[in-house]
């Protein structure tokens, strides 16, 4: 969810360097999957947001140094890494640090040629979050 001075919050779901990935269901992680290669970076989503793309939470990237699963962040979006099919993932670069070129095209080595993945600036991110939709309430 949006917060303050256009910062996301954003939870890890799968830790970089790991194969073990979780997903946020309901305010609480779950075991998701073992995946085949290690991520390459620290991924989760934002919470209370849903990418019309897919209608899940938007999906979002954190750079630098793994960060334990569960790990709550609030940050403003460093950039957005704009995919042909609409799923773009939101790129923060962690509690302090820069993006790192390394790590960016690792992100963009993730992901094949026919996504079309391409990098774009904070601006672009804040414009596109601006419009993607808030999650449905949940009922218990």
């Known amino acids: 969810m949006s917060a303050a001075g256009g910062t996301w919050t954003g939870v890890v779901e799968w830790t970089a360097g790991t194969r073990e990935r979780f997903v946020w269901r309901g305010g609480t992680l779950e075991p998701l999957r073992t995946e085949r290669w290690n991520a390459p970076v620290n991924y989760g989503c934002l919470p209370g947001t849903l990418n019309p793309a897919d209608d ?4 979002a990237v954190w750079l630098g140094a793994p960060l334990p699963v ?3 962040l609030t940050l403003p979006p460093a950039r957005l890494l704009h995919l042909l099919d609409g799923d773009h993932k ?4 962690g509690p302090d640090a820069a993006p790192d070129p390394v790590a960016v095209q690792a992100l963009l080595n ?3 040629p026919e996504r079309g993945a391409q990098l774009l600036g904070p601006e672009q991110a804040a414009a596109w979050l601006a419009g993607v939709g808030l999650a449905p309430p949940t009922s218990h």
Do not use: K, L, N
Not at 56 to 59: K, R
Not at 90 to 93: E, G, N
């Open 90 to 93: 939101v790129i923060f670069a």
């Open 70 to 72: 569960g790990t709550q």
């Open 56 to 59: 899940a939470e938007v999906d």
């Open 110 to 112: 993730w992901f094949p």
